[in-house]
C-alpha cells in the first residue's frame, strides 16, 4: 500500500510538471510570435532609418591643366550623392545598381579646389562627409634642363656606346622620358638614365611630364661610331 501510494504520489508530480513544462512552451512560443512580428512591423523601417555610408571616391585627379574634371566612386546602390566643391554644392547624382557614380565635365578654377562628398538616402537620411580631396589646377609646363650629353656629340667604340643622360627638372611628380625608356628622377628633381645608341645617326627626344599633364621637351643629336 506504500508503495502504491508513491507512486500514485510521482504519478500526480509528473502530471503537474508536464503541465508546467506545456504551459511554459506556450509561453515561449507566443514570446517567439510577438518578437518576429515587432521585427517585422519596426524592425525593417528602423534599420531604413540608419544614415546611409559616405561615398568613396575612386579617380579624384591630384593635379590636371583643364578647366573641368569627370569624378567618380562608389556608394550604397540607389543613394544619392552630393558634390560639394569649396564648401559649395556642385551637383547631384543618382547611385546605379552596382553602386557606382560619376560627376561628367566639373568645372575647376585656377590653383586648388577642395571636393568632398555625403550621401542621402531615399527617407532623406544624410551620411558623414567623406574623405576630402583637393585638386590643383596647373597650366605651367615643367622646366626641363639637360646637362649631358651635349647635343652633337659623336660617341666612339664599344666603351662609349652607353650614353649618360643626367639633367634636373623644376618640380616634384615630374615624370622624364629619353626615347621610350623613363629616367629615375630623384628627391632633388635630379634625374639620370643610361641609353644605349645605335650605330650612327639619332635623334633623341628627352620628356618632362608634370602631374597635371603639361610637358616640356628637348632634343640632342647624337652620333655613335663602332
Do not use: C, H
Not at 559616405?54 to 574634371?69: C, L
Not at 551637383?91 to 568645372?107: C, K, M, W, Y
Amino acid at each position: 500500500m506504500r508503495y502504491a501510494r508513491v507512486m500514485a504520489r510521482r504519478s500526480r508530480l509528473s502530471r503537474v510538471r508536464r503541465k508546467r513544462e506545456s504551459r511554459r512552451a506556450v509561453v515561449y512560443i507566443v514570446l517567439a510570435i510577438v518578437i518576429m512580428l515587432g521585427l517585422v512591423t519596426w524592425g525593417v523601417p528602423a534599420m531604413e532609418e540608419l544614415s546611409p555610408t559616405p561615398p568613396v571616391f575612386s579617380d579624384v585627379p591630384e593635379a590636371t591643366s583643364s578647366a573641368k574634371v569627370t569624378i567618380g566612386g562608389f556608394a550604397q546602390p540607389g543613394v544619392e550623392v552630393v558634390l560639394v566643391m569649396d564648401g559649395s554644392e556642385e551637383g547631384r547624382v543618382l547611385t546605379n545598381d552596382a553602386g557606382v557614380f560619376e560627376f561628367d565635365s566639373i568645372a575647376i578654377t585656377e590653383g586648388e579646389n577642395k571636393v568632398v562628398a555625403y550621401t542621402v538616402s531615399a527617407r532623406g537620411k544624410e551620411s558623414e562627409q567623406s574623405r576630402s580631396y583637393t585638386i590643383r589646377v596647373d597650366r605651367t609646363a615643367p622646366v626641363l634642363t639637360l646637362s649631358s650629353p651635349e647635343d652633337g656629340r659623336v660617341f666612339r667604340g664599344q666603351s662609349e656606346r652607353i650614353a649618360e643622360f643626367q639633367g634636373l627638372v623644376s618640380e616634384d611628380g615630374v615624370r622624364v622620358y629619353v626615347g621610350e625608356r623613363v629616367a629615375i628622377v630623384s628627391n632633388d628633381n635630379t634625374f639620370e638614365l643610361s641609353y644605349q645608341l645605335q650605330e650612327g645617326d639619332q635623334d633623341i627626344e628627352i620628356k618632362a611630364v608634370d602631374k597635371a599633364g603639361n610637358e616640356s621637351a628637348s632634343r640632342v643629336k647624337l652620333r655613335w661610331e663602332p
